[in-house]
């Protein structure tokens, strides 16, 4: 790691041992029949995270079946050849687990939280439903009204969420990413088990699935196990490269008006395409990163908040956000909310000029060393959470990146330079590849934004 | 079979997790006591703070206060502004929330152990001198006031604030301390600073720390951080007086699933029979389990994606509450399939069977909460402020597994009252 000379050099030296530490205690290694595994050792208690991911999400379904990586996960709690309905996770609370699942657009995975010594039994459910799963058309039928009441308690009832559906729609314009992992709901009213069964074959296979197990565990106990319970399941020779439809040339800017009378307070969305972290290539990501902090990632002393919330009073609200942890390219957003009497049009012009003033001065470099010093002291923190940990790895598996990339992504970051980060903002924040949004109740006290 | 070994082996395992947790009881040179768990293996701690009072000290008209004082505590002292503040916190890269609730404000830091001197002076500033300045409390005043106008449209908001008016009467919990957007924009600086007097007082203070730090550290800390506080704070309210009426209340609002609240008397959190009646309400509708309207409404029927309830012990009131959401075709028939769940809990209890899976779940799942160095802090001071002794930690699971089949079953009886269930909905349901 590159030294950085800060006022709090001390804190360089522990996360640099901290992240020795980090890596000395996280082991991987990869079964016979290509299942990846990742061992991570914290023995301060006797607990410990499974997971099971699987390298495929809502961005792999096939077309007209949206919803179906999502409805398949809630399906895997139902049976297998072995078990009943519903006795996977009765099987985890009667040894004094907790278990769940989620879904992502490039990912599906599987946990359960338990007692050091029930991995065994953990492994060997995980292992049954990778391959064979059983349910009856009366069970996916009552799942589907599940999901249903699921969309409508996420998206129908929110018309922040109904917009955001709306924004990543426009702003893929042929990337699956532009359709909810949850799914349209005329497509989900349509889902069947033979969607979710075909689905499943392709992609549920150990040689498409890493094992990530996180807590008071040794590598080697890990190993036997694993190797007893997925050992024996054969690789799907067929499954291919992840390659999904990507973006053309975005040489048009897309604006979208959106109005819904539960919207209380009108506010203004923006987000531009944007590159994500790759396999020994995570330089501009990294760079987005630290853009994405020093621009809007604190109420307080970001740039916007400064420009617009304090030396004027042009937004009670504004933020960015940029998550790089992405299989294709992803998104770089910001929100703004005006403040009263300032119209959507006024904040967003008052945005424009600010971000081209930080543009101009670059970041100032008491803002960027402070952010890295936080960044410093994350990977310190980061040791507390072991679920945290094992998430962040599975993911990082789980869309393509390595063991060695998790591990450099900090030291990648503190070596990111403030030339670097406005490079970063030039070549991305173009709003020819942008999708702004106008989000008002549709009445007229939203003056200014109905024209 | 295999798995008939295993529930056996639980137990045991559960006590060990729980066994790692050795709490020291400190107390500081100046008397400040502090619960404290040694973790230096990773160099940073985690300080929980806990003033019981919180939005209920809000004087009549000035609802609010509180919630507006805790919010303002980082934005700016006597010796630095807001900015100048905030920046000094993440060159140090510490952090400090501060949380209002109806029955107590929360303050919550995490920081390095190579820094923390200079993090503990950071955050007296914030506790002991905060600035209240007029250009911070418009600011946050508009913060806020942006969050109530969004509660207003908001189904889960617009249910509690119903449920609310209708149950607790004229105690403070019939209004929520956020205040409301007439409350929020009348209060004045002199509002805000008695708000602080009020309630970030000694007489009322429980701590804890967890992480890399000495007992000894730890009460040279807590003087040095809090010795400028006042001995003594705003009374404390009076037990509310509930009344549940047992309709189905309905909030008209457009939107496309309907949300219900519902509730019944619970228990004292002190109450012999608490363990009895945390069970029972674990197999009725307990999460990361499956319990009998998660069951009945969604396996069954997929009436919802969520449904649970939960015994609230509130510092002067007791209820049992649920939730569940529904399509507005649906809802009716989730509550009713919730009504008759409940009546026939009251009168048939549960099964051997029931009682000793939740057992199995609840002693397992127990040990699990300790999984940080920050939540190990939260539960310590919960921990104290219901006047629980550090052993509880391993006496605990023992207390769940005395529950007799014959003593959850009275409880049953005694307890849940279906005529007393009262629904909030909030949505366009059908046939309510």
């Known amino acids: ?451 | 079979m295999k798995y008939l070994i295993a529930i056996c082996l639980v137990a045991f395992s559960a006590l060990r997790a729980v066994a790692a947790v050795d709490i020291q009881e400190v107390e500081s040179p100046s008397g400040i006591k502090a619960w404290l768990v040694e973790e230096p293996s990773i160099p940073f701690v985690a300080l929980e703070l806990r003033f019981l009072g919180g939005g209920n000290l809000d004087p009549d008209g000035k609802r609010g206060a509180t919630n507006l004082m805790m919010g303002l505590l980082e934005e700016g002292t006597n010796d630095m502004d807001a900015r100048a503040f905030a920046k000094a916190r993440d060159s140090l890269a510490a952090s400090y929330r501060f949380d209002t609730g109806a029955d107590d404000v929360s303050v919550s830091a995490r920081f390095l152990t190579e820094n923390t001197d200079e993090s503990m002076a950071l955050l007296r500033q914030a506790l002991v001198s905060p600035s209240f300045d007029e250009a911070a409390l418009e600011r946050v005043r508009q913060q806020v006031l942006t969050s109530i106008r969004s509660s207003q449209t908001d189904p889960n908001d617009i249910a509690s604030r119903e449920f609310g008016a209708l149950v607790y009467g004229d105690h403070p919990y019939a209004t929520e301390y956020e205040g409301t957007a007439e409350s929020v924009a009348t209060l004045t600086r002199d509002d805000i600073v008695a708000a602080h007097r009020n309630a970030l007082a000694m007489d009322r203070l429980y701590v804890s720390a967890v992480g890399d730090i000495s007992a000894e550290e730890l009460g040279v800390l807590l003087d040095d951080l809090l010795a400028d506080l006042p001995e003594t704070g705003a009374p404390l309210p009076q037990e509310a007086r509930l009344t549940f009426d047992g309709e189905t209340h309905v909030v008209p609002f457009e939107t496309p699933q309907s949300v219900a609240l519902f509730a019944q008397p619970g228990m004292k959190r002190d109450d012999p029979d608490y363990f009895a009646a945390y069970i029972l309400n674990q197999i009725l509708g307990g999460s990361g389990f499956d319990s009998r309207l998660m069951t009945e409404v969604r396996e069954k029927r997929g009436l919802t994606y969520g449904i649970g309830s939960y015994l609230v012990p509130r510092d002067y009131a007791e209820l049992w509450v649920g939730q569940v959401a529904s399509g507005n075709d649906r809802i009716a028939d989730a509550i009713s399939v919730v009504r008759d769940e409940w009546a026939k809990l009251a009168t048939e209890g549960v099964s051997q069977e029931e009682l000793d899976q939740a057992k199995t779940y609840m002693t397992g799942a127990y040990p699990l909460r300790f999984d940080s160095n920050a939540a190990i802090a939260k539960i310590l001071v919960g921990m104290q402020m219901q006047d629980l002794p550090t052993s509880y930690v391993t006496s605990r699971n023992d207390m769940v597994n005395a529950v007799t089949l014959e003593q959850i079953n009275r409880v049953a009886r005694d307890l849940m009252q279906p005529d007393a269930l009262t629904f909030v909905v909030v949505g366009q349901p059908a046939g309510l």
């Not at chain 1, 499974?50 to 399906?75: C, K, Q």
């Not at chain 1, 064979?132 to 929110?158: A, F, H, K, P, Y």
């Not at chain 1, 497509?187 to 979710?196: I, K, N, R, T, V």
């Open chain 1, 1 to 451: 790691m590159r030294a950085i000379l800060t006022p709090f050099s001390l804190t360089l030296a522990l996360a640099a041992s901290t992240a020795l530490a980090q890596s000395e205690d996280v082991t991987t290694f990869t079964l016979e029949n290509g299942m990846d595994v990742v061992v991570i050792e914290d023995h301060r208690s006797q607990a410990l995270t499974n997971m099971v991911w699987y390298r495929v999400g809502a961005a792999d379904e096939p077309a007209g079946t949206s919803g179906i990586a999502h409805f398949l996960e809630h399906l895997m709690f139902k049976g297998t050849d072995d078990m009943a309905a519903g006795e996977f996770s009765a099987t985890v609370a009667a040894n004094g687990g907790t278990d769940n699942a989620f879904t992502s657009q490039d990912y599906t995975a599987y946990y359960q939280n338990v007692a050091a010594d029930r991995l065994d039994l953990m492994l060997e459910m995980e292992a049954d439903r990778m391959v064979d799963l059983r349910m009856t058309d009366q069970e996916v039928g009552t799942e589907r009204d599940v999901i249903l009441e699921e969309r409508n308690m996420r998206v129908e009832n929110s018309p922040q969420a109904l917009f955001s559906e709306q924004s990543d729609a426009a702003l893929y314009m042929n990337h699956p990413y532009g359709i909810p992992v949850i799914g349209w709901r005329q497509e989900m009213e349509e889902l069947s088990q033979e969607d979710a069964l075909s689905f499943y074959k392709e992609y549920y296979a150990p040689n498409n699935a890493i094992l990530v197990v996180a807590g008071d565990v040794n590598p080697e106990d890990v190993r036997a196990m694993a190797e007893e319970h997925f050992g024996p399941i054969a690789p799907n020779p067929d499954l291919g490269p992840r390659v999904r439809p990507q973006e053309p040339p975005q040489l048009a800017e897309r604006r979208l008006k959106f109005s819904d009378p539960r919207i209380s307070q009108p506010y203004l969305l923006r987000s531009y395409l944007a590159p994500e972290r790759n396999a020994g290539d995570q330089r501009e990501a990294a760079a987005l990163t630290l853009l994405s902090r020093l621009l809007g990632g604190n109420s307080t002393t970001s740039y916007l908040a400064t420009k617009l919330q304090f030396d004027t009073q042009t937004a009670v609200y504004s933020g960015t956000s940029y998550a790089g942890m992405s299989l294709d390219k992803t998104k770089f957003t910001f929100v703004l909310v005006p403040a009263d009497g300032v119209s959507l049009e006024e904040a967003e012009a008052a945005m424009d000029q600010a971000i081209a003033d930080f543009i101009a001065e670059g970041p100032a470099p008491e803002d960027l060393e402070r952010i890295k010093t936080q960044f410093r002291a994350s990977e310190i923190y980061a040791m507390d959470s072991t679920s945290s940990r094992a998430n962040r790895y599975g993911a990082a598996l789980a869309i393509g990146l390595t063991v060695e990339d998790v591990q450099q992504w900090t030291p990648t970051v503190l070596d990111i330079t403030a030339e670097e980060i406005v490079d970063a903002a030039k070549s991305v924040l173009d709003r020819r590849r942008s999708v702004t949004g106008y989000i008002t109740s549709g009445m007229d006290a939203d003056t200014g934004t109905e024209g």
